[in-house]
C-alpha cells in the first residue's frame, strides 16, 4: 500500500519560512515523479511544483516561482518543499503527490496523495 505522510506545515507570519516533508513508503521512491499542490478554503487544488526521479529537473506555478524550492533525497524516501518569503496568499493545505511516471501538473496525473498539511501565513 502506497502512502504519502506531509509535516513541517504551520503559522508563520508573512515573509518567514517554512520546510515541508512527504515521506513515501510502499513504493520505490526513485522511480515516482513527485509533486506538491495546495488548496485554498473555497478554492480547487492547484498545483505548486514538481520534480522528476532523478531531481534534476524541476518546475513552480507562476506564482511561487523564486520564493518556493521542490527537492528530494531518494536515500530518505523523502521529498521537500522549502518556502520562503511566504505571503499571506500561501495559506491552504498542502499536499505531495506521486505518480509512477513523469511528474505533472495536472492533479489527474497522481494517483497517490497524502493527507496535507496546514500551513498558514499571517499579515
Known amino acids: 500500500q502506497v502512502q504519502l505522510v506531509e509535516s513541517g506545515g504551520g503559522v508563520v507570519q508573512a515573509g518567514g519560512s517554512l520546510r515541508l516533508s512527504c515521506a513515501l513508503s510502499?513504493?520505490?521512491?526513485?522511480?515516482?515523479?513527485m509533486g506538491w499542490f495546495r488548496q485554498a478554503p473555497g478554492k480547487e487544488r492547484e498545483f505548486v511544483a514538481r520534480?522528476?526521479?532523478?531531481?534534476?529537473?524541476?518546475d513552480y506555478a507562476d506564482s511561487v516561482k523564486g520564493r518556493f524550492t521542490i527537492s528530494r533525497d531518494n536515500a530518505k524516501n523523502t521529498l521537500y518543499l522549502q518556502m520562503n518569503s511566504l505571503k499571506p496568499e500561501d495559506t491552504a493545505i498542502y499536499y505531495c503527490?506521486?505518480?509512477?511516471?513523469?511528474?505533472?501538473?495536472?492533479?489527474?496525473?497522481?494517483?497517490?496523495w497524502g493527507q496535507g498539511t496546514q500551513v498558514t501565513v499571517s499579515s
Open positions: 503527490a506521486a505518480n509512477d511516471g513523469l511528474p505533472s501538473t495536472s492533479r489527474a496525473a497522481y494517483p497517490w
Open positions: 510502499g513504493r520505490a521512491f526513485s522511480d515516482s515523479g
Open positions: 520534480i522528476t526521479r532523478s531531481g534534476h529537473s524541476t
